[in-house]
């Protein structure tokens, strides 16, 4: 599932984290 969201955000899962910090 996490690599779901990371290919969504563009192929990189530390995008995903920044994100996911963000409100």
């Known amino acids: ?3 779901a969201l990371a290919v969504h955000l ?3 899962p530390l ?3 920044e ?3 963000k409100p």
């Open 1 to 3: 599932m996490r690599q």
């Open 10 to 12: 563009g192929g990189r």
């Open 19 to 21: 994100l996911f910090r």
């Open 15 to 17: 995008v995903s984290r």
